[in-house]
């Protein structure tokens, strides 16, 4: 199956290393990227639309026909938000975007970056997790041909991605020698190219569990 993919979020860690993986793969013959902000990135298989609010998709819809597969990247940080602040970004714009893709696209496979710890009964402490609990219900709710949610854990970055908030980058940097030991717990701990090899087979073969844990994301690209 040849995959017509659209990413958001490319200029982020996770969103850039899904684009590099995608440039990759001979089965993915096309990539829309739709950003705030240029992701430097020139290539025969890309088209990229600057985009500043994503709440409004009327002057770009008819850019986003003819594509297979979603791969959502786009997504706040939850430090020093609200909750009505953080699930408008998280939970609404995210609503927004894919009810638009598919309104758009009969046959789009769906795949949305939420993170591990995040809560299905939508019950948590931890504000975060509730409101990306909500958002991958409302998300695994719609029509899609199929609907996959990741939760990586820890990322190592590779391929020269870099996080964009700076402590992260520090941590990254830190962590690096002990990666090699670290990415034996499968569990907890996997890379950028995992995950954006894993979204791709997930976009071309399905999967037999909509909700993709750490060890479910490194396990369909190592078997």
Known sequence: MKIRAIITGSTGMVGKGV????????????????NRSPVGITHDK???????????????????????ACFYCLGPISTGMSEKEYARITHDMTLNFAKTLLKLNDEMTFCYVSGAGTDSTETSKMMWARVKGRTENDLLALPFEGAYMFRPAFIQPMKGVKSRTRSYRIFYALTKPLYPILRRFNSFVTNSETVGQAMIMVARTGYHKNVLENSDISEIVLK
């Open 19 to 34: 684009l590099l993986e995608c440039l990759a793969d001979p089965d993915v013959e096309s990539v829309l990227v739709i």
């Open 46 to 68: 890309v088209k990229e639309i600057i985009l500043k609010d994503f709440f409004d998709l009327t002057e770009i819809e008819n850019n986003l026909q003819g594509y297979n």
